[in-house]
Every structure is written in structure tokens, then in C-alpha cells.
């Protein structure tokens, strides 16, 4: 990002209501608590903004983190979660790829940095096998979607395959290639993450976060 668009993502995300229900948070704050938690958040926020590009760095960005964690210590496990999931958040809009085990250690007490790329070299395995079953056409319509970006995703979908076959809360779906939905193309939204599952049956899952 330049640093024009990073204040627009930061001035976004500062005005966003924190800590409501989502599909993965489902809690009932008292308000005045929800308000609180959303008012550490925005600070941060606040604070991160007024850093000169010189100081946007990965070691200044974490380094602000702890203080508002520390806050959070004594929250919920859930409001816990929910949390890191803003900070994931902000981490993107820094382009601060890892927390070199620094969110996982204060949420889980340990550094998950290399569990995560276990996982991640999994996806990948199984992402090879999904290419490797795929038709030529297939693979053309993979190529597409590879320069769908998160803000897009949504426009290039419906351009494609026209309205989703299902619209519920934090996902939606389309029918990729048939129409009895046995290829289907599905946007999974988990606090301010997307992800991109494509599925034919009986043959491949293919993963991408984007």
C-alpha cells in the first residue's frame, strides 16, 4: 500500500463497529464492555496512523501491539480471539506477513510459527493435487482466479457465474461450472480474512486466501 491508501484502510477500519456478533463470535457484550474493547482497538488504530512511513515497520508495528494486550489478558477467550483477529487485520494493512509467534505465545502460551507452516505446506501439497486433477479448462478458470484480489473477489465472481446460488451470513456460493452445484466456488469471510474454496466433488478442494 502507499501511505495514502494505508490511512484509508486504517481510517476504515477505525470506523467499523467492534466486537458485534459474527459467524465466528457469537457473544452478548454489555455495551459499555463492547465499547471499551472497541476503544483499546481504535487507539491502536489511532496510534499506528500517526507513524511516519519511515517507523511502518514490523518491529514498531508488534512492539505497539503489547500494551493493548496486555489489556485484553484478562478478557474472555472468545472477546481473546476476537481481538487477534483485529490485529491480524492491522497487521495486513502493514503488510506484516507474521507475528513471529507473538500473538500465538499470548493467546495459546506457546510460538505456533512452526505448526503454521506445517499447515501451510499441507494446503500447498493438497493444492498440487487439486491442479494436478484438474481439466484443461479447469485450469483456465484457475488462472482467472488467480488475479482475483480480496477486494474484488465478490464483482469478479458475479461477472462470472452471475448471482451466488447462496448468499448466507459470512460465506457465499456459486455453482463454478454445472448447474446441479457439483463444482462450486465458495467466499468465506472470518474476521476480515477471505478465502476462497473451490470444490468439485469427488475429485479436488482448492484453497486460496486472498
Known amino acids: 500500500m502507499t501511505t495514502g491508501d494505508r490511512r484509508q484502510a486504517l481510517d476504515r477500519f477505525i470506523a467499523k463497529k467492534k466486537f458485534v456478533n459474527e ?3 457469537r457473544v452478548d457484550l454489555d455495551e459499555a464492555e463492547r465499547l471499551k474493547y472497541e476503544a483499546w482497538v ?3 488504530a489511532r496510534s499506528l496512523r500517526k507513524l511516519s512511513p519511515s517507523r511502518q515497520t514490523k518491529p514498531v508495528v508488534l512492539g505497539m501491539f503489547k ?5 485484553f489478558e484478562a478478557t474472555e477467550g472468545e472477546d481473546q480471539d ?3 483477529g483485529y490485529l491480524v487485520e492491522l497487521m495486513d494493512i502493514f503488510g506484516v506477513e507474521s507475528s513471529d509467534g507473538l500473538l500465538s505465545t499470548w493467546r495459546h502460551g506457546y510460538d505456533m ?12 501439497a493438497l493444492n498440487a493435487q487439486a491442479l494436478a486433477a484438474m481439466t484443461p479448462d479447469e485450469r483456465a478458470l484457475l488462472e482467472r482466479l488467480h488475479a482475483m484480489t480480496k477486494a474484488d473477489a465478490e464483482e469478479m465472481l458475479r461477472s462470472l457465474f ?3 446460488v447462496f448468499d448466507g451470513e459470512g460465506s457465499k456460493m456459486w455453482s463454478a461450472t454445472a448447474t446441479d452445484r457439483s463444482s462450486t466456488l465458495t467466499l468465506v469471510e472470518r474476521w ?3 478465502t476462497l474454496l473451490w470444490q468439485v466433488d469427488g475429485r479436488f478442494i482448492y484453497t486460496r486466501r486472498l
Not at 510459527?113 to 500447498?124: G, H, N, V, Y
Open 82 to 84: 476476537r481481538f487477534l
Open 113 to 124: 510459527t512452526e505448526e503454521i507452516k506445517a499447515r501451510e505446506a499441507q494446503l500447498q
Open 192 to 194: 476480515g480474512s477471505l
Open 23 to 25: 459467524p465466528f463470535y
Open 42 to 44: 481504535n487507539q491502536l
Open 67 to 71: 500494551p493493548v494486550m496486555k489489556k
Open 162 to 164: 452471475g448471482a451466488p
